[in-house]
């Protein structure tokens, strides 16, 4: 008999490449978005599109009925509507697991981040954490996937070589192996299926950041200019700002200073490699 998956967050870069990995499995794939139209309803590999909110309890009622398994990539890449972490990363989960237990879903599976439990003043990975503990908690078989970041994270480097400089937190020498989101998304399906609690994931690379940096003046043809910037420095920007009322655009930039001073790779994953992504999305900034 076909499984139903529910993907949350299913039209955020990773949530793309679920829905593809899933129908390919063989699932029958039902999405959860806050707007129909942010999901082609002609979209290949999605079966049923449900409109509603995670933060709020009252528009998730029946969503997980005749799911066999939830898939959650839900969380705020950028804070551009007001919503904070604790509301969304923690939150909205918490309401999907609750919907989740309430229709007896067999499986619930969170896309968390690699070391959270490194980062103890970061607001994402304290919201993330806490979900995910809640989730260990409760009357339901979980498993849990730590990226160690995304391909389209990295999209910053070009961006910033593009402009001619590239800036770094502290030296530059801690390592993260990124991940394409379609090798994630194969990731996920497999761990799923072989029921495996927790996994920490990065790409077939791990590079610091100097290289990274490098390899995407590269990809440009540009010069290197690379500045360091003292994580002292970095620090004070984001005490100041969230003290000047600019938290809720502090989120990513405090995330990004705290994965610059601890090692971010994890086993590897994948075949496609971050040169490859810089490359094509190198020649997509040529057609601009």
């Known amino acids: 008999m076909q499984k139903t ?3 949350a967050g299913a039209t955020g870069y990773l949530g793309s490449f679920l829905t593809e990995a899933y129908k390919r499995a063989g699932y029958r794939v039902k999405a959860l978005s806050r707007q129909a139209d942010q999901i082609r309803e002609n979209d290949l590999w999605v079966d049923e599109i449900y409109v509603g909110e995670a933060t709020k309890v009252e528009s998730l009622r029946g969503i997980c009925d005749g799911v066999d398994l939830v898939v959650s990539a839900l969380g705020i890449t950028r804070q ?34 690699l070391n959270a439990d490194r980062m103890p003043n970061v607001e994402l990975a304290i919201a993330k954490q806490k979900f995910v503990d809640a989730l260990a908690a ?6 849990v996937i730590c990226p160690s970041g995304y391909f389209s994270d990295l999209r910053t480097f070009l961006e910033m070589a593009q402009k001619g400089k590239i800036y770094l937190f502290g030296q530059g020498e801690f390592a993260i192996s990124p991940i394409h989101g379609s090798d994630l998304a194969a990731t996920i399906v497999e761990s799923a299926e072989r029921g495996v609690a927790k996994l920490d994931v990065g790409g077939p690379h791990a590079l610091s950041q100097n290289q990274i940096a490098k390899m995407a003046f590269a990809a440009l043809g540009k010069s290197e200019r690379i500045t360091h910037v003292p994580l002292w420095l970095g620090k004070a920007i984001v005490f100041l700002a969230k003290n000047l009322g600019f938290r809720s655009q502090t989120g ?3 995330f990004f200073l705290a994965a610059s001073s601890i090692c971010m790779s994890a086993p590897a994953h994948g075949e496609k490699t971050l040169k490859q992504y810089f490359e094509n999305e190198a020649r997509r900034f040529g057609r601009d």
């Open 80 to 113: 551009q509507d007001g919503m904070s972490y604790e509301q969304v990363d923690y939150g909205a989960n918490l309401n999907l697991m609750n919907e989740a237990l309430r229709s007896e879903v067999k499986q619930f599976v969170y896309v968390h981040v």
């Open 252 to 254: 990513p930039l405090e």
């Open 5 to 7: 998956v529910l993907i």
């Open 138 to 143: 409760a009357p339901i078989r979980s498993c």
